[in-house]
Protein backbone atom coordinates (compact mmCIF):
# COMPACT_ATOMS: atom_id res chain seq x y z
CA UNK A 1 0.00 0.00 0.00
CA UNK A 2 1.31 2.92 -1.06
CA UNK A 3 0.18 6.44 -0.22
CA UNK A 4 0.35 9.30 -2.53
CA UNK A 5 2.43 11.74 -0.48
CA UNK A 6 2.55 15.06 -2.26
CA UNK A 7 -1.62 16.13 -3.14
CA UNK A 8 -3.00 15.98 0.16
CA UNK A 9 -1.38 16.77 3.31
CA UNK A 10 0.97 20.31 1.88
CA UNK A 11 4.27 19.79 3.58
CA UNK A 12 3.38 23.63 5.66
CA UNK A 13 1.07 21.26 7.31
CA UNK A 14 4.28 19.13 8.94
CA UNK A 15 6.62 22.82 9.65
CA UNK A 16 3.37 23.67 11.88
CA UNK A 17 2.95 20.71 13.60
CA UNK A 18 6.87 20.48 14.35
CA UNK A 19 6.83 24.11 15.43
CA UNK A 20 3.97 23.95 17.61
CA UNK A 21 5.79 20.76 19.40
CA UNK A 22 9.01 22.78 19.54
CA UNK A 23 7.66 25.74 20.84
CA UNK A 24 5.48 23.75 23.78
CA UNK A 25 8.89 22.09 24.27
CA UNK A 26 11.26 25.35 24.72
CA UNK A 27 8.00 27.03 27.08
CA UNK A 28 8.41 23.45 29.36
CA UNK A 29 12.19 23.68 29.42
CA UNK A 30 11.86 27.34 30.72
CA UNK A 31 8.95 27.16 33.42
CA UNK A 32 9.63 23.79 34.58
CA UNK A 33 10.56 23.23 38.54
CA UNK A 34 11.06 19.36 38.23
CA UNK A 35 13.71 18.42 36.60
CA UNK A 36 12.49 15.02 35.34
CA UNK A 37 10.12 17.58 33.34
CA UNK A 38 13.04 19.22 31.93
CA UNK A 39 14.08 16.39 30.48
CA UNK A 40 10.71 15.77 28.84
CA UNK A 41 10.79 18.86 26.89
CA UNK A 42 13.94 17.95 25.46
CA UNK A 43 12.80 15.12 24.34
CA UNK A 44 10.00 17.25 22.86
CA UNK A 45 11.83 19.05 21.26
CA UNK A 46 14.07 16.48 19.60
CA UNK A 47 10.86 15.15 18.44
CA UNK A 48 9.69 18.28 16.76
CA UNK A 49 13.38 18.21 15.04
CA UNK A 50 12.69 14.78 13.90
CA UNK A 51 9.51 16.06 12.37
CA UNK A 52 10.66 18.62 10.59
CA UNK A 53 13.89 16.08 8.96
CA UNK A 54 11.07 13.18 7.69
CA UNK A 55 8.61 15.83 6.09
CA UNK A 56 11.57 17.41 4.42
CA UNK A 57 13.16 13.98 3.40
CA UNK A 58 9.64 13.29 2.24
CA UNK A 59 8.63 16.07 -0.16
CA UNK A 60 11.84 17.84 -1.00
CA UNK A 61 14.16 14.76 -0.87
CA UNK A 62 12.30 11.93 -2.57
CA UNK A 63 14.96 9.55 -3.71
CA UNK A 64 17.93 9.87 -1.84
CA UNK A 65 16.04 9.80 1.69
CA UNK A 66 19.08 11.65 3.81
CA UNK A 67 16.65 13.54 6.39
CA UNK A 68 15.62 9.43 7.64
CA UNK A 69 19.33 8.59 8.09
CA UNK A 70 19.74 12.49 10.14
CA UNK A 71 16.62 11.44 11.96
CA UNK A 72 17.89 7.87 12.93
CA UNK A 73 21.12 9.46 13.80
CA UNK A 74 19.02 12.07 16.04
CA UNK A 75 17.29 9.55 17.57
CA UNK A 76 20.45 7.44 18.90
CA UNK A 77 21.85 10.58 19.87
CA UNK A 78 18.67 11.58 22.27
CA UNK A 79 18.86 8.17 23.61
CA UNK A 80 22.20 8.80 24.93
CA UNK A 81 21.33 12.00 26.17
CA UNK A 82 18.70 10.67 28.26
CA UNK A 83 20.98 7.88 29.82
CA UNK A 84 23.58 10.84 30.58
CA UNK A 85 20.96 13.34 31.89
CA UNK A 86 18.89 10.64 33.86
CA UNK A 87 22.38 9.24 35.24
CA UNK A 88 23.31 13.23 36.25
CA UNK A 89 19.73 13.74 37.65
CA UNK A 90 19.96 10.87 40.10
CA UNK A 91 23.39 12.00 41.25
CA UNK A 92 22.07 15.54 41.63
CA UNK A 93 19.14 13.88 43.65
CA UNK A 94 21.40 12.09 45.71
CA UNK A 95 23.64 15.25 46.65
CA UNK A 96 20.65 17.80 47.32
CA UNK A 97 18.02 15.77 48.20
CA UNK A 98 15.39 17.72 45.74
CA UNK A 99 14.62 17.69 41.98
CA UNK A 100 13.40 21.13 42.28
CA UNK A 101 15.30 23.26 39.25
CA UNK A 102 15.43 26.69 41.52
CA UNK A 103 17.55 24.71 44.14
CA UNK A 104 19.68 23.80 41.43
CA UNK A 105 21.80 27.35 42.74
CA UNK A 106 25.27 26.29 42.86
CA UNK A 107 26.63 28.15 39.70
CA UNK A 108 24.30 31.40 40.14
CA UNK A 109 25.81 34.70 40.96
CA UNK B 1 -9.63 13.91 -3.60
CA UNK B 2 -9.04 9.95 -3.39
CA UNK B 3 -10.75 7.92 -0.57
CA UNK B 4 -6.59 7.61 0.33
CA UNK B 5 -5.99 10.93 0.31
CA UNK B 6 -9.27 11.73 2.47
CA UNK B 7 -8.42 8.86 5.04
CA UNK B 8 -4.49 10.15 5.32
CA UNK B 9 -6.39 13.30 5.88
CA UNK B 10 -8.39 11.93 9.00
CA UNK B 11 -5.18 10.58 9.99
CA UNK B 12 -2.94 13.67 10.16
CA UNK B 13 -5.58 15.19 11.86
CA UNK B 14 -6.23 12.99 14.83
CA UNK B 15 -2.10 12.32 14.78
CA UNK B 16 -1.70 16.09 15.19
CA UNK B 17 -4.18 17.00 17.69
CA UNK B 18 -3.05 13.37 20.15
CA UNK B 19 0.02 15.12 20.06
CA UNK B 20 -0.86 18.50 20.31
CA UNK B 21 -2.63 17.85 23.40
CA UNK B 22 -0.28 15.27 24.69
CA UNK B 23 2.52 17.99 24.47
CA UNK B 24 0.57 20.41 26.36
CA UNK B 25 -0.34 17.48 28.62
CA UNK B 26 3.57 16.53 29.41
CA UNK B 27 4.87 20.38 30.67
CA UNK B 28 1.47 21.32 32.25
CA UNK B 29 -0.08 18.31 34.30
CA UNK B 30 0.74 18.63 38.01
CA UNK B 31 1.26 15.09 38.50
CA UNK B 32 4.85 14.13 36.65
CA UNK B 33 3.53 10.10 35.87
CA UNK B 34 0.58 11.70 34.02
CA UNK B 35 3.16 13.69 32.01
CA UNK B 36 5.44 10.39 31.34
CA UNK B 37 2.90 8.34 30.39
CA UNK B 38 1.62 10.99 27.60
CA UNK B 39 5.07 11.80 26.55
CA UNK B 40 4.72 8.00 25.47
CA UNK B 41 1.47 8.80 23.80
CA UNK B 42 3.18 11.48 21.80
CA UNK B 43 5.94 9.36 20.85
CA UNK B 44 3.84 7.39 19.86
CA UNK B 45 1.55 9.74 17.24
CA UNK B 46 5.13 10.90 16.24
CA UNK B 47 5.68 7.15 15.10
CA UNK B 48 1.98 7.57 13.28
CA UNK B 49 2.94 10.90 11.28
CA UNK B 50 6.32 9.02 10.54
CA UNK B 51 4.30 5.99 8.73
CA UNK B 52 2.11 8.56 6.80
CA UNK B 53 5.42 10.05 5.88
CA UNK B 54 6.06 6.65 4.05
CA UNK B 55 8.94 5.99 6.28
CA UNK B 56 8.30 2.97 8.16
CA UNK B 57 11.69 2.00 9.24
CA UNK B 58 12.20 5.27 11.17
CA UNK B 59 8.75 4.94 12.30
CA UNK B 60 9.29 1.28 13.91
CA UNK B 61 12.99 2.55 15.39
CA UNK B 62 11.13 5.31 17.32
CA UNK B 63 8.27 2.76 18.78
CA UNK B 64 11.55 0.38 20.04
CA UNK B 65 14.05 4.02 21.17
CA UNK B 66 11.82 6.63 22.50
CA UNK B 67 8.64 4.66 23.89
CA UNK B 68 10.43 1.04 24.60
CA UNK B 69 13.33 3.30 25.93
CA UNK B 70 13.24 6.54 26.80
CA UNK B 71 10.09 6.45 28.36
CA UNK B 72 10.78 3.39 30.41
CA UNK B 73 13.89 5.11 31.52
CA UNK B 74 12.16 8.52 32.42
CA UNK B 75 9.52 6.10 34.42
CA UNK B 76 12.34 4.85 36.29
CA UNK B 77 13.60 7.97 36.94
CA UNK B 78 10.52 8.97 38.60
CA UNK B 79 10.32 6.17 40.56
CA UNK B 80 13.60 6.58 42.12
CA UNK B 81 13.07 10.15 42.71
CA UNK B 82 9.37 9.89 43.59
CA UNK B 83 10.24 12.72 47.02
CA UNK B 84 6.58 14.27 47.67
CA UNK B 85 7.99 17.80 47.82
CA UNK B 86 6.14 21.04 48.24
CA UNK B 87 7.73 23.66 46.13
CA UNK B 88 8.56 26.60 47.67
CA UNK B 89 6.98 29.71 46.10
CA UNK B 90 9.29 32.31 43.83
CA UNK B 91 8.34 35.85 43.71
CA UNK B 92 7.60 36.64 39.82
CA UNK B 93 6.96 33.36 38.77
CA UNK B 94 3.25 34.68 37.06
CA UNK B 95 5.64 36.97 35.61
CA UNK B 96 8.10 34.58 34.22
CA UNK B 97 5.52 32.29 32.87
CA UNK B 98 4.01 35.11 30.69
CA UNK B 99 7.09 36.50 29.36
CA UNK B 100 8.24 33.34 28.50
CA UNK B 101 5.41 32.40 27.20
CA UNK B 102 5.12 35.32 24.99
CA UNK B 103 9.14 34.23 24.01
CA UNK B 104 7.85 31.30 22.39
CA UNK B 105 5.07 33.05 21.13
CA UNK B 106 6.79 35.08 19.20
CA UNK B 107 9.17 32.17 17.84
CA UNK B 108 6.02 30.04 17.14
CA UNK B 109 5.22 33.34 14.60
CA UNK B 110 9.06 33.36 13.57
CA UNK B 111 8.87 29.36 12.39
CA UNK B 112 5.39 29.66 10.52
CA UNK B 113 6.19 32.34 8.49
CA UNK B 114 9.69 30.86 7.48
CA UNK B 115 7.55 27.75 6.67
CA UNK B 116 4.41 29.45 4.91
CA UNK B 117 6.97 32.35 2.93
CA UNK B 118 10.13 30.14 2.09
CA UNK B 119 9.53 28.76 -2.02
CA UNK B 120 10.23 25.57 -1.27
CA UNK B 121 11.33 23.51 -4.35
CA UNK B 122 7.90 21.03 -4.95
CA UNK B 123 6.87 18.83 -6.27
CA UNK B 124 10.68 17.46 -5.62
CA UNK B 125 11.46 14.20 -6.74
CA UNK B 126 9.35 11.06 -6.44
CA UNK B 127 9.41 9.41 -2.84
CA UNK B 128 11.31 5.74 -3.04
CA UNK B 129 8.13 4.76 -0.81
CA UNK B 130 8.77 1.22 0.70
CA UNK B 131 12.18 1.09 -0.88
CA UNK B 132 12.75 3.48 2.00
CA UNK B 133 14.64 1.06 4.27
CA UNK B 134 17.26 -0.93 1.71
CA UNK B 135 18.17 2.50 1.04
CA UNK B 136 18.82 3.94 4.38
CA UNK B 137 21.08 0.81 4.64
CA UNK B 138 22.58 1.66 1.53
CA UNK B 139 23.22 5.22 3.08
CA UNK B 140 24.53 3.81 6.52
CA UNK B 141 27.30 1.54 4.52
CA UNK B 142 28.10 3.91 2.02
CA UNK B 143 28.32 7.93 2.62
CA UNK B 144 27.29 7.87 6.14
CA UNK B 145 29.36 5.23 7.54
CA UNK B 146 31.74 7.58 9.65
CA UNK B 147 28.93 8.48 11.50
CA UNK B 148 26.95 5.06 12.00
CA UNK B 149 30.42 4.23 13.56
CA UNK B 150 30.90 6.96 15.52
CA UNK B 151 27.61 6.39 16.56
CA UNK B 152 28.49 3.36 18.18
CA UNK B 153 31.35 4.77 20.00
CA UNK B 154 28.65 7.53 21.40
CA UNK B 155 26.60 5.38 22.89
CA UNK B 156 29.01 2.70 24.52
CA UNK B 157 30.48 6.22 25.70
CA UNK B 158 26.53 7.38 27.02
CA UNK B 159 26.57 3.91 29.01
CA UNK B 160 29.35 3.96 30.57
CA UNK B 161 29.21 7.53 31.37
CA UNK B 162 25.98 7.06 32.66
CA UNK B 163 26.71 3.79 34.72
CA UNK B 164 29.92 5.76 36.53
CA UNK B 165 27.63 8.86 37.13
CA UNK B 166 24.81 7.19 38.49
CA UNK B 167 26.26 4.60 41.17
CA UNK B 168 26.72 5.30 44.52
CA UNK B 169 29.51 6.86 45.85
CA UNK B 170 32.66 4.52 47.11
CA UNK B 171 32.57 7.11 50.33
CA UNK B 172 29.13 8.25 51.10
CA UNK B 173 27.28 8.29 54.03
CA UNK B 174 24.67 5.82 55.08
CA UNK B 175 21.16 8.04 54.42
CA UNK B 176 19.31 6.10 57.78
CA UNK B 177 22.03 6.19 60.40
CA UNK B 178 23.98 8.99 58.54
CA UNK B 179 27.27 7.64 59.75
CA UNK B 180 29.96 7.15 56.39
CA UNK B 181 29.29 3.87 54.82
CA UNK B 182 31.39 2.37 51.98
CA UNK B 183 30.02 0.65 48.93
CA UNK B 184 30.33 -3.09 50.71
CA UNK B 185 28.95 -1.87 53.92
CA UNK B 186 25.69 -0.92 52.13
CA UNK B 187 25.83 -3.29 49.94
CA UNK B 188 25.84 -6.00 52.71
CA UNK B 189 23.53 -3.83 55.11
CA UNK B 190 20.56 -3.42 52.46
CA UNK B 191 20.65 -6.54 50.50
CA UNK B 192 22.25 -9.50 51.63
CA UNK B 193 22.20 -11.83 48.57
CA UNK B 194 24.79 -14.39 49.64
CA UNK B 195 23.39 -16.97 52.77
CA UNK B 196 26.44 -17.67 54.06
CA UNK B 197 27.73 -14.14 54.20
CA UNK B 198 24.78 -13.11 56.64
CA UNK B 199 24.78 -16.13 58.61
CA UNK B 200 28.62 -15.71 59.10
CA UNK B 201 27.56 -11.96 60.11
CA UNK B 202 24.90 -13.49 62.70
CA UNK B 203 26.80 -15.79 64.12
CA UNK B 204 29.88 -12.83 64.73
Known sequence: MSLDLPTSIPLQAYLALAAVLFCTGVW???????????LMSIELMLNAVNINLMAFSSYLDGDLIRGQVFAIFVITVAAAEAAVGLAILLSLYRNRETVDMERFNLLRW | MTIASTTQLICFAALSATLV????????????????????????????????????????AQVLVYVGAVNVLILF???????????????????RRVLSGLVCGGLFVLLIRVAFTTPWALPGPTPVGEEATIRIGEHLFSDYLLP?????????MAMIGAIVLARRDVLSTDVATGEPADQGLIEKARTPLLVENTLQETAR
Open chain 2, 77 to 95: AIMLVNKREDLSAIPGLAL
Open chain 1, 28 to 38: GLINSRNAVRV
Open chain 2, 148 to 156: FELASVLLL
Open chain 2, 21 to 60: IGAIGVVLLPNIVYSAFLLGGVFLSVAGLYLLLNASFVAA
